[in-house]
């Protein structure tokens, strides 16, 4: 037996191989800014199209037959060329087989070449990467990847530049002979940082970030790029500097900051860390790195988002560019704040309440309450107890918010923290139903303190996986007056090679899946269901 996730809306037949082949095949044209057109390419199943950044040469990927009856799309067989602005090729740069069976666990990968795209600091150079442990990650190896670069016209062989400890996980290309390299393990979500000279084949790279990247208060930000002579992104570089945004949470708040990055030293320095008590700031960009310019966004909980260029190194008022008015004026005075509580483990949870416009929270009449959450899975509770919730966000309603309700006289807990821990040895999902139902009696529980709600009216909601959780909820506790689960999956046993963020299949641990799956248990449940 052979393991595969779960996919919806596969090819079933040979009709549905013709209509798919009918549907998706493409013919590419070459058109003029005047409108004229010329054929470039005639009809194929085109995956995807990327010109060189000096415009000379076009990689096209096309999908293959035999289609498969078993896995999606991005699985079916590929041929990757380069050809010249001729539609002429140069060379065929990669062929991927068909893929029905993966390795288990989330570090699985393809064999042999992956993540293909030009270098957008070279005229005419892909890179990609190659798994050196077969794609396994049960394989115990020193390094797990190896990344190429690979220069047209392609006649010589690529080159390695680096190796990863971990799987690779992205790279932002500098100049020749800078680029920040990453590789991240999903087991121990850790993500490391490392500087590298793309032109020294076999140098170590230099450790410059290792860190849980579930840790948010520790994230160090993005490096800025900006637009090179080929119009790509790449590093803003400064003399011997770089640059982070970052978006700076934590545990009193956010404060988004810039920091200057040394190439020799690795070291940072604090340049600017916004103090905004009562607003809330993100940065965008620095349009001008000399002058120290930024791109900035200010908003509060009523006032509608507005671009502004900050001087960061004057420390002059910034100067506002849009004038957006707000167009939600029914929900401007409601009342928002974020509240922060603990799980009875003492793990820290957080929400956003929102009540009605003029409610009076001294007289605190009793407000139904409408919860609306996500569960997500950590392996340490500090993380899991991060907030990453602003008070000051500006309040976007969206088709199916429940934020709408509080117009309507409910008290509404909106992004509920729904964390489920497994720490150590132990999975997420060993302890799924105790920790969601803790985490559901906590909401109410921190809203009640307040003293605004009615429990015997509180209703939980959420899409997706956020439909399952609300699914458990009403057949594992009495907490809910009833359920609104939108789009969700109850039968795990129908996904038995894996879901969400679990790696083992249902015959590893069948009394995971048959537990955590609200249809078996449905029978239980008093509530009633939206």
């Known amino acids: 037996m052979s393991q595969n996730r779960t996919y919806q809306d596969l090819l079933k037949n040979k009709t549905d191989e013709q209509n798919f082949e009918t549907l998706v095949s493409a013919e590419l044209y070459n058109v003029s800014i005047t409108g004229d057109k010329k054929l470039y390419k005639t009809a194929d199943i085109y995956d995807n199209q990327s010109i060189s950044p000096d415009g000379n040469y076009v990689m096209l990927t096309t999908i293959k037959k035999p289609f498969s009856y078993i896995v999606p799309l991005s699985r079916f067989p590929q041929a990757a060329a380069v050809y010249d602005l001729q539609g002429k090729e140069v060379k065929i ?44 990650p049960a394989n115990k190896v020193d390094y797990r990847d190896e990344l190429f670069t690979w220069e047209a016209p392609f006649t010589a062989a690529p080159v390695s530049i680096a190796k990863t400890k971990q799987r690779y996980g992205g790279i932002v290309w500098g100049n020749a002979s800078t680029a920040i390299l990453f590789d ?40 800025e790029t900006k637009e090179n002579e080929y119009g ?35 070291k940072t320095k604090r340049l600017y860390q916004s103090a905004a008590k009562d607003k809330m700031e993100t940065i965008y960009s620095i349009e001008d790195l ?111 918010s429940f934020v709408y309700w509080v117009t309507k006289g409910y008290a509404v807990l909106d992004d509920a923290s729904f964390p489920i821990i497994g720490e150590g040895a132990k ?25 605004y709600i ?5 209703a939980v909601g959420g899409h997706s996986y956020g439909a399952f959780m609300t699914a458990n909820l009403l057949t594992h506790s009495n907490d809910y007056a009833c359920g609104i689960a939108r789009s969700g999956a109850y039968n795990r046993t129908l996904t038995p090679f894996g879901f969400q963020s679990e790696q083992r299949n249902y015959w590893d641990v069948p009394e995971i899946y048959n537990t955590m799956s609200p249809f078996m248990n449905a029978q239980k449940s008093k509530s009633r269901f939206c």
């Open 232 to 266: 790509r992104n790449v590093l803003a570089i400064e003399g011997d500097n770089l640059f982070l945004i970052g978006k700076g949470f934590t545990k009193e708040g956010q404060f988004p900051f810039i920091d200057e990055f040394n190439l020799k030293n690795l």
């Open 93 to 136: 740069v990669n062929e991927k087989p068909l893929v029905e069976i993966m390795p288990k666990g989330f570090g699985a990968v393809v064999t042999g070449k992956r993540n293909m795209a030009w270098r957008a600091d070279q005229p005419a150079s892909l890179y990609f990467v190659e798994a050196l442990d077969k794609g396994d």
């Open 184 to 223: 991240s393990w999903y087991d121990t979500r850790n993500q490391k940082t490392y500087l590298i000279n793309p032109s020294a084949s076999g140098q170590q790279p230099q450790l410059v970030f290792d860190r849980n990247y579930q840790d948010i208060y520790s994230d160090p930000g993005t490096f």
């Open 290 to 400: 000399k002058n120290g310019v930024a791109l900035v966004q200010v908003q509060s909980s009523n006032e509608y988002p507005n671009y502004y260029f900050r001087n960061y190194k004057k420390k002059i008022a910034p100067i506002q560019i849009t004038f957006n008015k707000n167009p939600f004026e029914a929900i401007a005075h409601v009342h928002k704040e974020v509240i922060h509580y603990k799980r009875a483990d003492g793990v820290d949870l957080s929400g956003t309440l929102y009540l009605p416009a003029g409610y009076d929270k001294t007289k605190k009449e009793k407000l139904p309450l409408l919860i609306w959450a996500y569960p997500q899975e950590f392996k340490d509770k500090n993380s899991a107890g991060q907030s990453d919730k602003n008070p000051n966000e500006f309040t976007f309603p969206y088709y199916g």
């Open 427 to 451: 999975e997420p999902n060993d302890n799924f139903i105790e920790q969601l139902v803790a985490n559901g009696r906590a909401a109410i529980d921190a809203v009640d303190k307040l003293g």
């Open 454 to 458: 009615d429990r015997s009216k509180v």
